[in-house]
């Protein structure tokens, strides 16, 4: 029997070493590594078709980002950064049960009807069971083909025989190859099986989707260098018995990664949400104080939430601080500046902040809306409904001026706002709508008395 040997791995980095070592000497994580029995003499990986034998010159090079393949799934399209670019791949990320197999699989519904050729390659599910799924999101046509398999060397067998333009691995946690005799999922299998698909995706310029689930930190689970490896990274966000979800692109090699995509989820699958500001403000609440809508600016999508505070008077010694979709530290930080600059004590106080809608933004641009949602609920003072608000708050208690207000203003003008506080710094060279009132403000003492 072949000798093998016990190895330690690092989950950030993919650092190898021969002992457990509290520090990675290659990323300087503390406590990754994991150990792994792994085979002393592995087999060679099978050669792959590169690009080019030679180096080429910029001018013998043929650029391939005009040429993407739109989705048509507005919200996934322009989340990366405008269709798919063929010989990319693409990594999906997100908590279990949250749809990550149901975008995907709709994706693949999309680009059949353009009669593109995808192989949906599932290792979690089998093919009646996809099935089952696919027939509640509607008529699927032939060039959709189920692979429900485990092992990359048949698939890649199959990619050659069936030479498919778009690929979908679900997940990459399952896949496993016959070069590394640890279990799927582990560390060693997750970077050889991510190695074998991103040759086959550069080498014969197929489109590999990646499913990869998520740990409880909320990264995606087996090495960082998956991450590294892959050209697009998207995480796939939301409560999960929650009716919306929001993609959102933390690496893109061809692309912003700002942009944002929201969805909703119905009993037939996922629904674009085109204007995420009216669906975020649902439902608001009339005549009560703590509440004010904010501005935040998500790439080149401006969307308007609503900021809920709730300060009551402590029981205890120690209040208690509690921040729902924004920075708990940024909540601490502007309370802070409020009891120095503005004299209110607030250290008596519970305090509770909550983004309604459940949705996570630490735009600076929301500081603002935060600061006069704690003050409102302080001071028991109902804030007019029509007013929208955003503005970065220094130390100082100065609003200091955020980008793009023109548009924010716009949008804020295009659901029936009234009146606009925003910091006088970006009130230059910005013309405000018809019956919107702009009111430049240098700092939250200045909003205090608008109040």
């Known amino acids: 029997m072949p000798k093998s040997k016990s190895v330690f791995f690092c989950k950030e980095c993919g650092y190898e070493s021969a002992k457990w070592m509290g520090q990675c000497p290659g990323c300087r994580s503390w406590n990754t590594f994991v150990e792994e029995i792994v085979d002393k003499k592995r087999p060679t990986a099978k050669k792959v078709t590169k690009y080019a034998t030679s180096p080429l010159t910029l001018d013998q090079i043929d650029v391939m980002d005009g040429k993407r393949i739109s989705t048509n799934i507005k919200e996934l399209d322009r989340v990366l ?14 908590d279990p049960g949250i749809g990550k197999s149901t975008l995907l699989l709709q994706t ?39 692979f429900p398999e485990t092992d990359l060397s048949i ?35 997750v ?29 995606v689970a087996g090495p960082r260098v ?30 912003s990664t700002n942009e944002i995509g929201v969805f909703e989820m119905s009993d037939i699958g996922l629904k674009e949400v085109p204007n995420p500001s009216e669906y975020m403000l649902d439902g608001r609440p ?27 008077r402590s029981n205890f010694a120690m209040p208690r601080r509690t921040a729902a979709g924004c920075d708990y530290n940024r909540v601490n930080l502007l309370m802070a500046v409020i ?36 003050i409102s609920s302080y001071r028991e003072r109902t804030l007019d409904p029509g007013l929208v608000c955003f503005g970065e708050v220094g130390l100082a208690g100065e609003v200091r001026s955020v980008t793009a207000a023109p548009i924010r203003i716009t949008e804020a003008a295009k659901l029936g706002f009234k009146t606009v506080i925003l910091p006088l710094s970006s009130l230059k060279g910005v013309k405000a709508p018809g019956g919107v009132k702009l009111i430049g403000i240098k700092s939250i003492s200045e909003a205090m008395d608008y109040i």
């Open 339 to 374: 009891e120095k600059r503005l004299g209110i004590r607030l250290g008596e106080f519970d305090a509770y902040v909550n983004i309604a809608g459940g949705v996570k933004m630490n735009e600076p641009a929301m500081d603002l809306g935060l600061v006069l949602a704690m």
């Open 108 to 146: 693949a519904k999309e680009l059949t009807s353009q009669d593109v050729d995808v192989l949906y390659v599932s290792g979690e599910e089998s093919a009646a069971q996809i099935k089952l799924r696919a027939e509640r999101m509607g008529k699927f046509n032939s060039r959709l083909k189920l």
């Open 81 to 94: 950064g405008g269709g798919i670019v063929p010989g990319s791949m693409i990594l999906v990320g997100g």
């Open 286 to 312: 009339e005549g009560a104080s703590g509440s004010v809508v904010a501005c935040s600016l998500e790439g080149t999508r401006p969307i308007l939430v609503e900021i809920q505070a709730l300060l009551s």
């Open 226 to 255: 998956l991450e590294h490896m892959v050209d697009t990274v998207l995480y796939f966000e939301g409560e999960r018995h929650a009716s919306y979800r929001i993609l959102r692109g933390v690496k893109n090699r061809f692309g």
């Open 191 to 219: 970077r050889e099986s991510t190695s074998r698909l991103m040759q086959i995706s550069k080498g014969k310029n197929i489109t590999v989707f990646v499913v990869g689930h998520v740990t409880k930190e909320g990264v």
């Open 155 to 189: 698939i890649e067998e199959v990619i050659d025989k069936d030479k498919p333009q778009v690929v979908v691995i679900d997940s990459i946690q399952t896949m496993m190859s016959e070069d590394v005799s640890s279990a799927p999922g582990s560390v060693s299998q």
